[in-house]
């Protein structure tokens, strides 16, 4: 059966690079026969981590939603900008949010450690979001005990990247992209 894959732009920016990147990566996963779930954060608005807010109100709904939205999917793909060579705070927010909430007794972060993640991040840099890749990739491996596949994707000079429409120029891009795109699918299916 075609694994589910969701993906996730964490850019909110109109035009963003990230946003192309993961349509991108979105139409690749179907050319491959994955079952695709494109999400945007902006349905997923989520204050800014407070524990008192936590405390006195509970995990907000939204991020309820958000974590039942990974767990109806196998694989997840995420497009990450780099700020300040790290992970933008839109996307630590929603992993942060996501990582506080237990329903039906389960496991702590039982969410992360069931499914095959694979991230891609587009740049205007010569570096391509680099070192965002290997923040996030801490963030979810060792702060959530996720399985992040080797296979990744950084998309230098952005601005320039991608064609009219919105295909890759770079034909080795291409293929690193085509590449964490079947490995991600083979890992969500082998682990399911
Ligand atoms: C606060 C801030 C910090 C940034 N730091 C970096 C950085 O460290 N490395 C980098 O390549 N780009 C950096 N940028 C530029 C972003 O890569 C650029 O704004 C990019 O277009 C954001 O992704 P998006 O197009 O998906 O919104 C930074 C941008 C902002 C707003």
């Known amino acids: 059966m075609a694994p589910k894959i969701l993906v996730i732009p964490g850019s909110l920016r109109t035009n963003s690079h990230n946003v192309r990147l993961a349509a991108l990566a979105g139409k690749e996963l ?17 204050p ?10 509970g995990v907000p709904h939204n991020a309820v939603q958000l974590k039942r939205m990974l767990a109806a999917h196998q ?3 995420i497009a990450t900008p780099e700020y300040n060579a790290s992970v933008p705070p839109l996307l630590k927010n929603a992993i ?7 329903e039906r007794g389960e496991a702590p972060l039982a969410v992360f450690k069931r499914r095959a993640f694979a991230l891609g991040a587009a740049s205007p840099g010569g570096f391509g979001g680099m070192r965002s890749l290997l923040a996030l ?15 990744q994707i950084a998309v230098p ?9 919105d295909n890759l120029k770079d034909e080795h891009l291409t293929a690193s992209l085509k590449t964490a795109v079947r490995a991600l699918i083979d890992t969500a299916q082998r682990i399911a």
């Open 75 to 77: 694989g997840v793909f």
């Open 96 to 102: 942060d949010w996501m990582s506080r909430v237990r």
């Open 157 to 165: 000079h952005a601005d320039t990247a991608f064609d009219d429409m």
């Open 137 to 151: 990739r801490q963030v979810l491996e060792i702060g959530c005990g996720a399985l992040v596949i080797p296979e």
């Open 30 to 46: 179907s050319l491959a026969e994955a079952d695709v779930t494109r999400i945007s954060l902006a349905d997923y608005a989520l």
């Open 48 to 57: 800014l981590y407070d524990g008192d807010l936590e405390a006195h109100s």
